[in-house]
C-alpha cells in the first residue's frame, strides 16, 4: 500500500484557479487517511492473479477511494449527518464552508470516472470498470441506500429493510471493488460472481462492525463523531449491542466459510486482510481496527 500512497500523491486533483482554497479542499480528505479498504481488495484480486498488472491497477484502486472519500464528504454535510469530524480531521465544511464541501464532493466524483478512462487497460476493460463503479455507486447502489438512510432516519425499519439499506448504501462499493478487480484479471463469470457475492456479505458486516464501533468508541479513537446512531436505522439500534454483536459473529462464519471456497491465489492474497477486518472479529467480537 505504499506504493498506493505514492500513486494517491502523484495523482491528486490539481487544479490551478483564482479561488484560494479550491485545490486544498480537493485534496484534503484523500490527505487525511483512511483504512483504503476498498482499493486494498481491487489490488488484492490483481495481486492473486496477476501482479505484473498491480501498476496498471493503481489507476482504478484510486478512482475507488477518491468515490468513496466524495461520498464522505457529502454524507458529512449539514444537511444528511451534519459531522465536524472525519478521518480525524475536521469535516470540509467546517472547515471551509458547506458550498465549497458540496462543490469539491462533485469534483471528486467526476475525477474518479477521469481516472478510472485513463487507466492503461483496453477500451472494453475501461467501459466494464466504469460500468461497476457507477452502477453500484450510482443512482441504484450508494446513493439509494444514503437517500433510504436519510428518509427514516426517525422511523424504525424491519431488519430486511436495513438489509436493503446497508447492502445498498455500503455493500454495493465493497462488492463493486473486488468485481473489479476480476475484471481486470479477466476471471470466468461465476468467480465474478461469487466475489460481488462475498462482497456484499463483507460490507454488511463492515457496517455492523461501523455500528459497534459507533455505540463503543469515543470521538477520539474513531476519529468521526460516534453515538450519533440512536434515532438512526444501526443494527445496534435494532438489535442492541450484544444483539448486533451476535449478529457480526454469524456474518463473519458464513463469511468465513465463503472466503475458505475461494481459489489459493485469493485466499493467500487477501488472507491478511481478511484476517485484521474480519475472522478476528469472531475470535475477540471486537470491532474493525
Do not use: C, W
Not at 467546517?94 to 483496453?122: C, H, K, M, Q, W
Not at 436505522?233 to 475458505?260: I, K
Request: proline residues 4%; glycine residues 8%; without cysteine.
Amino acid at each position: 500500500m505504499q506504493d498506493f500512497e505514492s500513486f494517491l500523491a502523484a495523482n491528486l486533483p490539481r487544479v490551478s484557479s483564482i479561488h484560494p482554497e479550491y485545490e486544498e479542499a480537493l485534496q484534503a480528505m484523500l490527505l487525511a487517511g483512511g483504512k483504503r479498504f476498498r482499493p486494498r481488495l481491487l489490488l488484492g484480486i490483481v495481486q492473486a492473479y496477476e501482479p505484473l498488472l498491480l501498476e496498471s491497477t493503481m489507476h482504478p484502486a484510486l478512482a475507488l477511494e477518491i468515490f468513496h472519500t466524495y461520498s464522505l464528504i457529502h454524507d458529512d454535510l449539514p444537511a444528511m449527518d451534519d459531522a465536524t469530524l472525519r478521518r480525524g480531521e475536521p469535516t470540509l465544511h467546517t472547515r471551509f464552508d458547506e458550498a465549497l464541501a458540496i462543490l469539491a464532493g462533485d469534483a471528486l466524483n467526476t475525477y474518479a470516472f477521469e481516472v478510472l478512462a485513463r487507466s492503461p487497460f483496453r477500451a472494453d476493460v475501461r467501459v466494464e470498470l466504469v460500468r461497476i463503479l457507477a452502477e453500484n455507486g450510482g443512482a441504484g447502489g450508494m446513493v439509494l441506500g444514503q437517500a433510504i438512510d436519510l428518509r427514516f432516519e426517525k422511523h424504525p425499519l424491519k431488519l430486511e429493510e436495513v438489509l436493503e439499506l446497508h447492502r445498498n448504501k455500503t455493500a454495493k462499493l465493497i462488492a463493486a471493488s473486488l468485481e473489479m478487480g476480476a475484471v481486470i484479471v479477466d476471471l470466468p463469470r461465476e468467480t465474478r460472481k461469487a466475489l460481488y457475492d462475498f462482497g456484499i456479505e463483507l460490507g454488511l458486516l463492515f457496517q455492523v462492525q461501523d455500528d459497534i464501533l459507533d455505540a463503543t468508541q469515543s470521538e477520539e479513537e474513531a476519529g468521526k463523531p460516534t453515538g450519533n446512531d440512536l434515532e438512526k436505522n444501526s443494527f445496534v439500534t435494532l438489535l442492541g449491542l450484544e444483539g448486533a454483536l451476535d449478529y457480526a459473529d454469524g456474518l463473519a462464519e458464513s463469511l468465513q466459510e465463503r472466503f475458505e471456497s475461494f481459489d489459493a491465489p485469493i485466499r493467500d492474497a487477501l488472507g491478511g486482510l481478511m484476517e485484521r477486518y474480519l475472522f478476528r472479529h469472531k475470535a475477540h467480537r471486537g470491532p474493525l481496527a
